[in-house]
């Protein structure tokens, strides 16, 4: 078992109702309402997944990053709610409900009469060869399923909230969010490839010049939605019919996005996985679904951008010893960052030779 440095040595991991013991119970059959049979766990930088039979259960760990901050039992239990929540809607047969975890003496049980010491998210278990990363690994991907889920998703984002913005506040939201990229991948510590990541920066801000009219007209159109905010292959199971899960629950504003923007990024983690037509073949169920009309220059902005994200997200294991050594992340971020600045270029119908000063980004 292993914990991030602001969980090992706390309170919260040692005890006889910590962190410690209450994974080690979940490793247990003893702990589940019914017979536990082939039980699995997964760690993940936020959670336990713990794999039992048809179900699923998630234990989120008490830990404090940026925006979220899961320390205390209650914010563990809203947290759960509104995955649930979340959830329901593009997988509304897999997220089963929240239940507690109890302690009766000196043993733990999931649900029934005791002290609750924590809160499980209960799913149903998904087929893991349906996973759309796994699909694509294999070359198994099913295209009726893709154009299927494109279909769901124009439908999703036609009936989300959406969210107002005037033009001049969502250019502004995007300029802040360039700037806070930038802010984050020169920082010393990260040791990243300076010339390539200067580049990229100055080739996004180009294109973000240059895009500028079409990011004001989306505003005006009102196309910015509350989404799903996390839109990768491995949320994705192409089972009949498709579902997504994993909505990035903990922060509204980051699931404020236009549905084409998150659209991009699934384009990229695609293309990162080793094909890009799935994400293709989504996008195009979507656009002939919605009748939204985005530009190819508009999708190569966005991806632009959710590559520059991620390349920020992935450098940023370099500072955590928890997982620093698990892969080589300055490798994978100075890869996004390439991918950045390749999509950039694009937009701007620029060739990548070219060395076009923009400002001083």
């Known amino acids: 078992m292993s914990f991030s440095p602001s969980i090992a040595g706390s309170s919260e991991a040692v005890g006889p109702s ?3 013991a209450r994974v080690r119970a979940l490793h247990s059959p003893e702990t589940y309402p019914d017979p536990a049979v082939d039980l699995e766990s997964i760690e993940t930088h936020f959670a336990w997944v713990f794999l039992v039979g048809e179900l699923a259960y998630k234990l989120k760990k008490p830990v404090k990053n940026g925006r979220l901050d899961l320390r205390e039992l209650e914010a563990r239990r809203w ?3 509104e995955e649930v929540r979340l959830n329901r809607v593009l997988a509304p047969d897999v997220y089963l409900g929240v239940v507690p975890l109890v302690c009766q003496g000196d043993r733990f049980r999931i649900g029934g009469e005791g002290v609750i010491v924590d809160w499980l998210v209960k799913m149903r278990r998904l087929p893991r060869t349906l996973m759309l990363d796994r699909a694509i690994r294999t070359g198994t991907v099913a295209e009726p399923a893709l154009e299927a889920l494109g279909r769901r998703l124009a439908g999703f984002y036609q009936t989300q909230p959406h969210i107002a913005f005037e033009p001049e506040q969502y250019i502004c939201r995007i300029a802040e969010q360039i700037h806070a990229d930038r802010r984050a991948l020169l920082a010393p510590e990260l040791n990243l490839h300076a010339h390539c990541l200067r580049a990229a920066l100055r080739a996004t801000w180009c294109a973000f010049s240059q895009i500028e009219p079409e990011l004001v007209q989306r505003a005006l159109e009102n196309r910015i939605v509350e989404a799903h905010g996390d839109l990768r292959p491995e949320h994705i199971c ?3 019919p498709p579902c997504v899960i994993d909505s990035l629950e903990f922060s509204k504003d980051l699931r404020t996005l236009d549905p084409a923007e998150e659209l ?3 384009w990229v983690e695609c293309e990162q996985e080793g094909d890009e037509r799935p994400a293709k073949k989504i996008f195009d169920a979507y656009r002939r679904a919605s009748g939204d009309p985005v530009s190819e220059r508009l999708l190569d902005f966005y991806r632009s951008r959710r590559a520059m994200v991620r390349a920020k997200i992935v450098a940023w294991h370099l500072n955590d010893p928890a997982v620093m ?8 971020a100075d890869g996004y960052i390439k991918k ?3 999509y950039a270029l694009r937009a701007m119908g620029t ?3 070219d060395d076009e000063e923009c400002g001083p980004l």
Do not use: I, K, Y
């Open 351 to 353: 060739d990548p030779d």
């Open 238 to 240: 192409l089972e009949d």
């Open 264 to 266: 991009a990024f699934l």
């Open 325 to 332: 050594h698990q892969a080589p992340w300055a490798e994978r």
């Open 340 to 342: 950045a600045e390749r």
């Open 79 to 81: 947290s759960c709610e």
């Open 18 to 20: 910590g962190l410690l």
